[in-house]
């Protein structure tokens, strides 16, 4: 079905239009010339700044659809109760404070959702949508539930976290037909017995409650999969959900319990166990019967040791002991075939070296032969190289553009330039899409947790991607709401390339209309939202699309190029930074990526902001350019020059050495590739020439074409200040620069 996008147009044929959206117009009232739209079945007005819902709304009765959420919207007209023939309503993020009783005739609904509004009072009279399926009410100030909700019997998800409530009412028990029911961050001291009744629930959120114990009516949840108890009162381990056979993931973190039950042994479902921040001492035998369990947390208890049945649990793939009092690394462990990741770090109160207690890679665990070991040696150094002999040249490519478009050319110039930074941008992007999933490959990688700016690096991401929107006459929105906060802590970069993964991938699959970047706060972290117009995905696709090498159907690979990995290394960043991604599309309307990361919010401090393009407060500083590449050289050096530094440079590390001796410099450019001394040993001897004698300290920027590994806690290990991964643009290595020649 057509959907229209703009409203002149739509007026040309009125009676035609079924539907309408209108998202990201900056509309600040809802044209009037809509609700003459009579035939109109589906309404989108997200992500614009409407306040006033007109009482005129009533009369689109044929609306089937209502999306009006991302707005400013206090009130919801009486008027609304003509839209009989609703099946979805959404005011999410909005402003609205009374939920109207009027809303009690839309009896044909199944979905409402009002998710993130000021809600207060849940009206009885809700009870009469009997066809509701799911009801969002998360992100509100609602002070109690209803007892009414009993009636809503079709109901299969039911959102309340985050909200005021104390009591759940034990009417709950009536929607048996409930699947998913989150009550997280609410102020929960007990759980109904009735709870007992919701015999096809299979996830159940309960974390950031006061809950010191529960029912034993819930072991006859017997589809549960799902239980999170996260951040309450227990304090001993409720056994009652050992009898959760199906039970496959419980989070019992941040608690008070002090010992687990032998009756754990039950859970032979189990795959997900998290215990840390418990008062825990020892560990049953009976954890070794556990044999479905692939991740293990028991970080920040006081564990002084591990039962030797540990060694049964064949599958684990990841075990955390951070933070307990082991005196010595336990042998049985390192016998696990399947173990990736093993944190051992900060036990205080042993003789373990914390270097040696981190994480076990699996590139440790494939060492066990020389054979072995060998072969990671080998294909570790030929993608290191493939990294360096393939970036090298794109730099030299994307550098001479980036110094080119700093001169004045016309308009034609200027188009010709453009398209070799399209192109050599594309060229890039599928480089390191084929790098960064032969990384994945080889097992775990480190994820960085340090502040960042995420509305800066989305502004980053879109300018990357514009230039391939222009050639298709796509609109990029970057949509977030004022109160939406600048800073988070987490893997900046891994966020930034799965950003140009979608966007790219939106782009790509969009012929005409917009393409969306939405940001928005959640309880658990932030939700990142890539949604376009374009030709969408089949629905048994859609199971498929993160698979590698896999655009879609066969027809769809034909029609656009591609690696088919960006999907498949998103999905893998974003797992390991614990996070989840998916997918919601329609064929010939468009999809939406989402992605929902737990990531904790921080205060920036406000960064020097770069003045101008010659760095005027650094006009005639000395750096020394170092790289093998004459081409590389070249162009950084003319970086360098253009800004107004005194520019020397070396052609390899012991050149840099030498040079280094008999000069004195305020910066220092390192390449880390090179041949005899590379990057990293000539740092090193730098910074113990330092040492050892009057020489000035020289701020140290490492650069590499590498992506293979984690080059930065490498670079950070012998002494460099800062790291940038080439080609890299010419506003970020003004950046760096400003901020090591300030610091």
């Not at 016998?335 to 040696?356: A, C, M, V, W, Y």
């Not at 994945?440 to 990357?464: A, D």
């Not at 468009?590 to 650094?618: M, Q, R, Y």
Request: with cysteine.
């Amino acid at each position: 079905m057509l959907i229209h996008t703009d409203l002149s147009e739509a007026f040309k044929r009125p009676d035609q239009v079924r539907i309408l959206d209108l998202k990201h117009q900056g509309l600040t009232e809802i044209p009037i010339e809509i609700f003459q739209l009579s035939n109109l079945t589906e309404l989108r007005l997200g992500y614009n700044q409407i306040k006033v819902i007109s009482p005129e709304i009533g009369q689109l009765t044929n609306l089937t659809r209502l999306r009006l959420g991302n707005n400013q919207v206090s009130v919801i007209p009486a008027e609304i109760e003509q839209l009989t023939n609703l099946t979805i309503l959404s005011l999410v993020n909005n402003q609205v404070k009374v939920v109207p009783s009027q809303l009690s005739q839309l009896t044909n609904l199944t979905k409402l959702r009002l998710l993130g509004n000021q809600i207060e009072v849940v009206p009885a009279a809700l009870s009469q949508l009997t066809k509701l399926e799911i009801l969002d009410l998360a992100d509100n100030q609602i002070k109690l539930i209803p007892t009414e909700i009993g009636q809503l019997t079709s109901l299969t998800e039911l959102k309340l976290a985050g909200n005021q409530f104390l009591v759940v009412p034990t009417e709950i028990g009536q929607l048996t037909n409930l699947k998913l029911l989150d009550l997280s961050f609410n102020l929960i001291d007990r759980i109904p017995i009735h709870i007992g009744n919701l015999s096809n629930l299979i996830s159940l959120s309960l974390k950031s409650n006061r809950l010191t114990n529960l029912p034993n009516q819930i072991n006859r949840l017997s589809k549960l999969q799902y239980l999170n108890l996260y951040q309450n009162r227990f304090a001993q381990f409720p056994e009652i959900i050992t009898h959760l056979s199906n039970l496959k993931q419980l989070h019992l973190d941040n608690n008070q319990i002090w010992f687990l039950p032998p009756s754990l042994k039950n859970l032979v479902q189990l795959e997900q166990l998290w215990l840390g921040s418990n008062f825990l001492q020892e560990l049953p035998s009976e954890l070794g019967q556990l044999k479905s369990l692939t991740h293990l947390h028991l970080g920040r208890n006081r564990i002084s040791q591990l039962p030797t049945a540990i060694e049964n649990l064949k599958d684990l793939v990841t075990l955390n002991l951070n933070n307990n009092r082991l005196t010595e690394i336990p042998t049985q462990i390192l016998d696990l075939p399947q173990l990736i990741t093993l944190d051992l770090s900060k036990n205080r109160n042993s003789g373990i070296e914390s270097d040696f207690g981190t994480l076990l890679t699996y590139q440790q665990r494939m060492m066990q032969t020389a054979e072995q070991a060998e072969k990671i040696k080998i294909k570790d150094q030929f993608l290191s190289q493939m990294s360096h002999e393939l970036k090298t040249p794109i730099h030299g490519v994307m550098g001479s553009i980036n110094l080119i478009d700093e001169l004045k050319l016309d308009g034609q110039q200027l188009q010709h330039l453009q398209r070799a930074k399209t192109s050599a941008q594309y060229l890039l992007n599928m480089v390191n899409e084929i790098l960064q999933f032969a990384e994945l490959e080889k097992g775990p990688i480190t994820y960085q947790k340090l502040p960042f700016n995420l509305i800066e690096i989305c502004q980053q991401v879109l300018e990357i991607v514009q230039p391939l929107s222009q050639q298709r006459n796509l609109d990029l929105n970057l949509n977030y709401r004022s109160t939406f906060p600048v800073g988070w802590v987490g893997d900046q970069h891994k966020i930034r390339q799965v950003l140009i993964n979608l966007l790219g991938n939106a782009i790509k699959f969009t012929h005409q209309g917009e393409i969306s970047l939405g940001l928005q706060q959640t309880s658990q972290g932030v939700r990142i939202e890539v949604a376009d117009s374009g030709i969408g995905i089949e629905e048994d696709q859609t199971k498929l699309i993160f698979e590698p090498f896999t655009q879609g159907s066969s027809g769809i690979n034909r029609r656009f190029s591609g690696t088919g990995l960006g999907l498949t290394i998103s999905q893998q960043f974003i797992v390991g930074m614990e996070g989840e991604i998916g997918v919601e599309s329609q064929t010939g309307q468009g999809s939406i990526f989402w992605v929902e990361l737990p990531l904790p919010t921080v205060n920036l401090t406000p960064e020097t902001e770069v003045k101008d393009a010659k760095l005027d407060d650094h006009v005639r500083k000395i750096v020394l350019v170092v790289d093998d590449e004459i081409i590389n050289r070249e162009i950084v050096s003319a970086y360098f020059q253009y800004w107004g530094f005194e520019v020397h440079q070396a052609e390899d590390g012991q050149d840099c050495l030498n040079q280094f001796e008999i000069g004195k410099y305020n910066l220092i450019i390192m390449d880390l590739q090179m041949p005899e001394l590379d990057g990293f040993e000539t740092t090193k001897q730098i910074r113990q020439r330092e040492r050892e004698s009057t020489h000035q300290y020289t701020p140290i920027l490492g650069l590499s074409a590498s992506v293979i590994g984690d080059v930065w806690s490498k670079c950070e290990s012998v002494g460099m200040n800062g790291y940038l991964s080439k080609p890299f643009e010419t506003d970020e290595l003004k950046q760096k620069v400003r901020q090591l020649l300030t610091d």
